[in-house]
């Protein structure tokens, strides 16, 4: 029994690290820095999904990881594709309960965001992403990662309100943030 507490403690510890690296992405505005700070989280992430014994969720978080990682550099279609599949296999070879279909919902749905061209865009859909990762969390009982996607979701808001509601409202401010980068 001392095992399994100092696992949820070392899990949770870990998560906590993860929900640091998330919080501090969605309050930067450039793309690539947003998806520079999710890739440190999600790998973060799945190591503690690992340490608490959920395989499906650390690798479809280890992907997370690698996907982050790479459209930060890309938004080629293409490479969006082979991480789909990448998710699916992972995900196929790996599942063992139902609740892993909400893990792949969230999987497939920030995997579209992180492959978008703005940064407005990878905001919108990492939102619905977060909602279903914050669900999962809740159903597996990994209290700090449900704590840690929920924070991410009001981030992510305080974020999108900062760049695109509050800086719209205010025109007399710097204009290229209220302008939908390009490129």
């Not at 790996?94 to 969230?106: D, T």
């Not at 704590?147 to 992510?156: P, Q, R």
Request: charged share 10%; net charge positive; proline share 4%.
């Amino acid at each position: 029994m001392p095992d399994l507490v100092n696992s949820f403690l070392l899990s949770q510890a870990i998560a906590a690290v993860a929900f640091g690296c998330g919080v501090v992405s969605f309050q930067l505005r450039d793309r690539r820095t947003i998806l520079l700070w999710l890739s440190a989280s999600s790998f973060t992430n799945a190591c503690h999904f690992f340490v608490l014994g959920k395989a499906t969720p650390g690798i479809l978080f280890l992907i997370i990881g690698s996907r982050s990682f790479t459209a930060a550099f890309s938004v080629s279609r293409k490479v969006m594709c082979l991480f789909f599949a990448i998710i699916l296999g992972g995900f196929y070879f790996s599942y063992s309960n139902p609740i892993g279909f909400l893990g792949l919902f969230a999987t497939l749905t920030s995997t579209y965001a992180s492959f978008q061209k703005t940064d407005r865009r990878v905001r919108l859909f990492m939102m619905l992403a977060n909602i279903s990762w914050t669900i999962h969390n809740l159903v597996v009982w990994t209290p700090v990662a449900a704590a840690m996607e929920a924070t991410f979701l009001v981030s992510n808001l305080l974020g999108y309100w900062r760049f695109y509601v509050r800086d719209r409202a205010a025109p007399g401010q710097d204009p290229g943030l209220t302008k939908e980068p390009t490129g």
